[in-house]
Nanobody, 125 residues
Framework: QVQLVESGGGLVQAGGSLRLSCAAS????????MGWFRQAPGKEREFVAS????????NYTDSVKGRFTISRDNAKNTVYLQMNSLQPEDTAVYYC??????????????????WGQGTQVTVSS
């Protein structure tokens, strides 16, 4: 069993930055692929970014490429999402997720077994 707790959300002006953190319980954190998803009001949950076990392979949705960076620290059981140049359309609840699947692409919700409770990110114009 894995528990995920996100933090770091908040209110920021357009062009600003935030760093989200996701702390995971469990001794096998390093064996999971990790992902970030987001859900805006009235919209479906969408993939944002993923990172493999070793941290050497990452994937991003097109709308955040060049602005967001996913990383992980297996020693701290934590995955991060650095978000720069934030825009109002980035406003959403951001969720951290862990996958026990052995192959990806880890961009679909059903590939993930564990989810955090979410953290709100609001970008004002």
């Amino acid at each position: 069993q894995v528990q995920l707790v996100e933090s770091g959300g908040g209110l920021v002006q357009a062009g600003g930055s935030l760093r989200l953190s996701c702390a995971a319980s469990g001794r096998t954190f390093s064996s999971y692929a990790m992902g970030w998803f987001r859900q805006a009001p009235g919209k479906e949950r969408e993939f944002v970014a993923s990172i493999l076990w070793s941290g050497g392979s990452t994937n991003y949705t097109d709308s955040v490429k060049g602005r967001f960076t996913i990383s992980r620290d297996n020693a701290k059981n934590t995955v991060y999402l650095q978000m720069n140049s934030l825009q109002p359309e980035d406003t959403a609840v951001y969720y951290c997720a862990a996958s026990t699947w052995h192959s990806g692409p880890y961009s679909r919700s059903y590939e993930y077994d564990y989810w955090g409770q979410g953290t709100q990110v609001t970008v004002s114009s």
